[in-house]
């Protein structure tokens, strides 16, 4: 059973920066791939940007160029650094892991307990 613990969430003006962190703990075998998505209310919750274990990374459209995700496979800690802000970044940002089994084939997903994000204008 994996456990994930968030944190860096907050209130924040438009423009501005926060980073995000994920703590995991409980892997046996290695945790294939950390993601951070988010939600806003009365949206469905949407993948913000992912890590592999090796490093590969993939990011939504609309945060491209402005948040960067990093992952600390020592610490097992995935980090989302957010920049340039926007009101529409406001939403409840949880974070995913993807373990696996012995061997590798089979998955088990895991979500954090969410932490909020608030962009004023």
């Known amino acids: 059973q994996v456990q994930l613990v968030e944190s860096g969430g907050g209130l924040v003006q438009a423009g501005g920066s926060l980073r995000l962190s994920c703590a995991a703990s409980?892997?046996?075998?290695?945790?294939?791939?950390m993601a951070w998505y988010h939600q806003a209310p009365g949206k469905p919750r949407e993948l913000v940007a992912s890590?592999?274990?090796?490093?590969?990374?993939n990011y939504a459209d609309s945060v491209k160029g402005r948040f960067t995700i990093s992952r600390d496979n020592a610490k097992n800690t995935v980090y989302l650094q957010m920049s340039s802000l926007k009101p529409e970044d406001t939403a409840v940002y949880y974070c995913?892991?993807?373990?696996?089994?012995?061997?590798?084939?089979?998955?088990?997903?895991?979500w954090g307990q969410g932490t909020r994000v608030t962009v004023s204008s």
């Open positions: 995913h892991a993807r373990d696996r089994d012995i061997s590798g084939v089979v998955e088990y997903d895991y």
């Open positions: 409980g892997s046996r075998f290695g945790i294939k791939r």
């Open positions: 890590i592999t274990s090796g490093g590969s990374t």
